[in-house]
């Protein structure tokens, strides 16, 4: 991972066999990032994405491995018990124009990644909520 800090912005590259969610989390740590707006495009090879099942509260996970871009990565880092908590969201396209996504759990980068990472002033705290089974923002 290679990454430049702006004012309010990061721009990273991630290099093949990084981890999405590993760097980021990372990354988070390292510069002591508390609020901020993740987006970014890629390739990747292998990925993991899950769904909530909202009724039984538990997740449904699907993995993937072939070639694939990155349509759309977007989500949120907040904190939970003071550490680094990410929210992020993963659409990926086949060499059919065929796209699988959900919450992002795992992706491998095959070729790069380009991230941006967009901070917020302030902070904002997660706590599981038992009504509907996530971490929830608390505000």
């Known amino acids: 991972m290679e990454y430049k800090r702006y ?7 991630l290099d093949p066999n990084e981890d999405i969610v590993q760097s980021l989390l990372h990354l988070a740590a390292k510069e002591d ?3 901020a707006i993740i987006s ?3 390739a990747i090879d ?7 099942d909202t009724k039984k509260k538990i ?10 871009e990155i349509v759309s990565l977007t ?6 018990e003071g550490k680094p908590y ?6 990926a396209g086949d060499k059919d124009g065929k796209v699988f996504g959900g919450h992002l759990n795992s992706a491998n980068v095959s070729a790069t990644a380009e991230i941006v990472v967009s901070l917020i002033p302030g902070s904002v705290e997660r706590e599981f909520s038992d009504a ?3 971490n929830l923002m608390k505000f």
């Open 7 to 13: 004012d309010n912005a990061i721009v990273l590259r």
């Open 46 to 52: 292998d990925f993991t994405v899950g769904v909530f």
């Open 132 to 134: 509907i089974g996530l």
């Open 33 to 35: 990032i508390a609020l």
């Open 86 to 91: 990410l929210h992020v969201h993963l659409s």
């Open 40 to 42: 970014g495009l890629g």
């Open 75 to 80: 989500g949120t880092l907040t904190r939970q």
């Open 59 to 68: 997740y449904h996970s699907n993995h993937f491995e072939g070639a694939f």
